[in-house]
Each structure stands twice: as C-alpha cells, then as structure tokens.
C-alpha cells in the first residue's frame, strides 16, 4: 500500500516540512554546544539516559559525534520519504519534544529568563 502524500507537492507543505527540519537541526546543534560545554566528560550531569551512557563509556566529543550521527541520518532518511505521513508526524513530534526538553533545560541554565522576555 502507498500513502498519498503529506500535502501534495504544495507549498505548504514544503514550507511546513523546511519549517520544522531547521527548528530540529537548531535545537540538535544547540543541544550539542550546551552539552560539550555545561555536561562535559561528566556524565552524571546530563539526562538523557542514550546520551548518558555514551559519554561514561566513548567521553563527550565521540558522543556528540554519534549524536550528529544518528540525528543527521534520520534527517536523511526523513527527505528520502519526505512524502509519507509517518515520517512527517515523527519530524513534527520528534521537534516538538525535543524543543520543550531543551526550553526546560535551558531555564535551569538561566540561559533563558522570563524576567527577561518581557
């Protein structure tokens, strides 16, 4: 069985699919800079359990390297199948709990303050 489309080679689709493939790879490149530079080689600092066991076990640069990895070969495999449904509900859902994962944390760094947003 094929699926139809997403959005039928229109516009927004496209738009809609870019939209979210650069907010994911943001916030994984964000990610990535905070982790070298707030978790570093200790590995009790970060919470992701995957990315917990990487850095105990490889260190931190390896870590990020398999991270960018992993991230960058579903991002692949994502414009491979851009079309079906499913891949485009896993980029929308994947970049959405990702994005409010990071928002949290980035409030306990006091890198975002809401004293300071309004």
Request: glycine share 4%.
């Amino acid at each position: 069985m094929i699926q139809k489309p997403v959005f039928e080679l229109k516009f927004w689709g496209k738009a809609v699919s870019l939209f979210f493939l650069a907010a994911l790879l943001v916030i994984h490149t964000m990610d990535m800079l905070l982790t070298e530079h707030f978790v570093g080689n200790d590995w009790d600092n970060e919470t992701f359990p995957p990315m917990r066991l990487c850095i105990k076990y490889l260190g931190i640069h390896p870590s990020l390297w398999v991270s960018r990895v992993i991230v960058y070969s579903l991002v692949f495999l994502y414009i491979l199948n851009w079309r079906r449904k499913a891949w485009f509900a896993f980029l929308v859902t994947a970049t959405l709990l990702y994005w409010s994962a990071m928002t949290s944390w980035l409030f306990t760094l006091d890198i975002l303050d809401w004293g300071e947003m309004f």
